[in-house]
């Protein structure tokens, strides 16, 4: 994470806890059920995890990890440097957190913890880009419990050329306990609603989620691209966001970002139909945990980004 970008954590963090501080911020009711897990390589070593059924009113992601692992911090707390002595170095590698699969706007220690959060810290590379606005491992959230504690709407757009993939994702919303408002694709989830997205990329191409994939992982935070024409391959990338392999006929891809002004959406795409099928049967929490994307052909699953030669 750049300097600026910390600096910024650490202002953010100091100036909410010292006015949460001066609103007498007390221990409160409190909440429960609480996930919290460490992992590093985006997601492909885990360090460990814990599950809270009870935590205090006043809790913070930051306090919460430092209830669960060794911790050591920078610029006044704002920072984290290090968990159970692992830490960031001068190689562009460091803590990023995520809510509910979304990624934090501002410090941990201003950050509250609300009922049935999923918080995640990885240690990751961020040469290809400082910021991953969404993730998939998390799943079924975001769409459980929402964002902030707040449960958003969710909208699911089909393409009229997959519609047993459709049926799938709507199916595995379903168990989860999601209500969905189907749409026509290209319609937009708006900005206080998370959207799924179902279809090729030939059918997604024109979604603005799908264009800032097509834009690199430094406009999307996905480490993957579809290229050819229709998007009749599916490349995968490491950290550097050099390929490391290229799927043909058949793969998909789960994965999900957001810009500046909206919520997340998920994409359930792939090079055809067969690969949108793909991708829809990977919609599952066992496919999809500690992944911050999913790439999929056939029966074989693929975590985003590569961490090398496959």
């Known amino acids: 994470m750049p300097l600026r970008a910390r600096a910024a954590f650490a202002a953010l963090a100091t100036i909410a806890t010292t006015a949460l501080g001066g609103c007498g911020f007390g221990p409160g009711v409190g909440t429960s059920q609480v996930t919290l897990t460490v992992t590093r390589g985006f997601g492909e070593q885990q360090i460990g995890s814990t599950t809270a059924k009870h935590v205090p009113g006043s809790e913070t992601v930051l306090r919460m990890l430092e209830r669960s692992f060794t911790v050591h911090n920078r610029f006044g707390g704002g920072f984290v440097e290090s968990i159970n002595g692992l830490s960031g170095s001068g190689s562009r590698r460091d803590w990023f957190y995520y809510v509910n699969g979304v990624q934090a706007p501002q410090g941990a220690a201003s950050t509250a913890v609300h ?92 979604e603005v989620a799908a264009s800032l994939i097509a834009h690199g992982p430094s406009a999307s935070g996905v480490y993957a691209r579809f290229t050819g024409p229709g998007g009749h391959s599916l490349q995968v990338l490491d950290p550097q966001g050099a390929v490391t392999r290229t799927l043909g006929a058949g793969s998909g891809l789960v994965a999900a970002t957001a810009d500046s002004s909206s919520k997340p959406t998920w994409l359930i795409t792939g090079t055809d139909v067969a690969g949108v099928s793909a991708a829809a049967r990977a919609l599952t929490p066992g496919a999809l945990h500690d992944h911050f994307a999913l790439a999929v052909q056939g029966s074989s699953e693929l975590p985003v980004p590569s961490q090398g030669a496959l």
């Open 115 to 206: 009922k049935g959060d999923q918080i995640w810290w990885d240690l990751h590379d961020w040469t290809a880009t400082d910021s991953v606005p969404a993730v998939v491992g998390s799943f079924p959230e975001p769409f459980v419990h929402g964002v902030g504690g707040k449960r958003l709407p969710t909208t699911l757009e089909c393409g009229v050329d997959v519609p047993a993939a459709c049926k799938r994702v709507t199916a595995a919303l379903t168990t989860a306990k999601v209500p969905v408002s189907s749409q026509l694709l290209g319609t937009g989830s708006g900005p206080d609603s998370l959207g799924v997205v179902v279809g090729t990329w030939s059918d997604l191409a024109p």
